[in-house]
Nanobody, 117 residues
Framework: QVQLVESGGGLVQAGGSLRLSCAASGRTFSRYSMGWFRQAPGKEREFVARISWSGGSTSYADFVKGRFTISRDNAKNTVYLQMNSLKPEDTAVYYC??????????WGQGTQVTVSS
């Protein structure tokens, strides 16, 4: 069984930065792609970013390109999301997920990010 635990969320002013972390249990972390998703109040959960098992390939939703960076440290079983130039519309609960092909199969509990204007 895989457990994913996010941290690093909080309240930040527009234009500020946050770094989210997602720590994974188990010995198979490095075999899988990992992703970040978010869900704002009243909206569906949406894809934010994905990183390959090696970290050599990344992809982003258009609305975060140039502002967010996904990375991973397989020695620490951790994936990160560096978020810069935050906007009020980035306010959401952010979830990390283990990816099986292009679909998430395990989710973390989420961490709240609130961006004030």
């Amino acid at each position: 069984q895989v457990q994913l635990v996010e941290s690093g969320g909080g309240l930040v002013q527009a234009g500020g930065s946050l770094r989210l972390s997602c720590a994974a249990s188990g010995r198979t972390f490095s075999r899988y792609s990992m992703g970040w998703f978010r869900q704002a109040p009243g909206k569906e959960r949406e894809f934010v970013a994905r990183i390959s098992w090696s970290g050599g390939s990344t992809s982003y939703a258009d609305f975060v390109k140039g502002r967010f960076t996904i990375s991973r440290d397989n020695a620490k079983n951790t994936v990160y999301l560096q978020m810069n130039s935050l906007k009020p519309e980035d306010t959401a609960v952010y979830y990390c997920a283990r990816m099986r092909a292009l679909s998430p199969d395990y989710w973390g509990q989420g961490t709240q990010v609130t961006v004030s204007s």
